[in-house]
């Protein structure tokens, strides 16, 4: 089955610790992305790749990072920087094809809880 | 800078009836793509429906179609026979081809569906 894959489903995480959300797709799209949703609010753009070893940054960047050094992979690292962490965590990818819908994909999504 | 307003936070339907959700989009690009998601309490999001700035008819997908008024910008998502799985978020979502595709959301309404 094609799809996205988000690991894990929920994380807790302790103040001062960086943790990492794993985000794996196997459509063969090029382009990935993160979104962070708070609850009752939409979505917003943490960091885009368009291709592999290249990325933006998003509206909210301050206090991730993220690499792209494979096609179907896009780890999003929450660092201690983040000051409010607590959300939930979409990963997406799309298609970059002229003419083309290239509507997003989005993955089951991590919940995210700093203790 | 896009940005997109949806004003219903919540709205109910009866079942089998049909229901419009708002969405106006502001942008100064000429080029733009709408789309409309579903995100169920599962958290997970399901595309469902899209429009380019130059189509010239309306999208319809199934029980689903979208009511474009360019000069008003605004894609209002119309649901025909609401059933009970319709009852979730919804989000209007625009496009910004300039930035690697990604996607502006609006803060989403909140459908329930009465039996």
């Known amino acids: 089955d094609g799809g996205i894959t988000q690991s894990p489903k929920y994380l807790f995480r302790k103040e001062g610790q960086n943790v990492t959300l794993s985000c794996e797709q196997n459509?063969?799209?090029?382009?990935m992305y993160w979104y962070r949703q708070d609850p009752g609010q939409g979505l917003r753009l943490i960091y885009y790749?368009?291709?592999?070893?290249?990325?933006q940054k998003g509206d909210i960047a301050e206090g991730y990072s993220v690499s792209r050094e494979k096609k179907e992979s896009f780890p999003l690292t929450v660092t201690s920087a983040q000051k409010n962490p607590t959300a939930f965590y979409l990963c997406?990818?799309?298609?970059?094809?002229?003419?083309?819908?290239?509507?997003?994909?989005f993955g089951p999504g991590t919940r995210l809880t700093v203790l | 800078a896009q940005k997109i307003t949806q004003t219903q936070p919540g709205m109910f339907v009866q079942e089998k009836e049909a229901v419009t959700l708002d969405c106006t989009y502001d942008t100064s690009d000429p080029s733009y793509g709408l789309f409309w998601y579903k995100q169920p309490s599962s958290g997970e999001m399901i595309f469902l429906i899209y429009q380019g700035s130059y189509d010239q008819q309306n999208a319809t997908e199934g029980r689903y179609s979208l009511n474009f008024q360019k000069a008003r910008k605004s894609a209002n998502l119309v649901i025909s026979a609401s059933q009970l799985g319709d009852s979730a978020m919804y989000f209007c979502?625009?496009?910004?081809?300039?930035?690697?595709?990604?996607?502006?959301f609006g803060g989403g309404t909140r459908l329930m569906v009465k039996p």
């Open positions: 790749s368009q291709i592999v070893n290249d990325f």
């Open positions: 979502a625009m496009r910004d081809p300039n930035a690697g595709n990604m996607l502006t």
């Open positions: 459509l063969n799209h090029d382009a």
């Open positions: 997406a990818s799309s298609d970059l094809l002229a003419g083309a819908y290239n509507e997003q994909f």
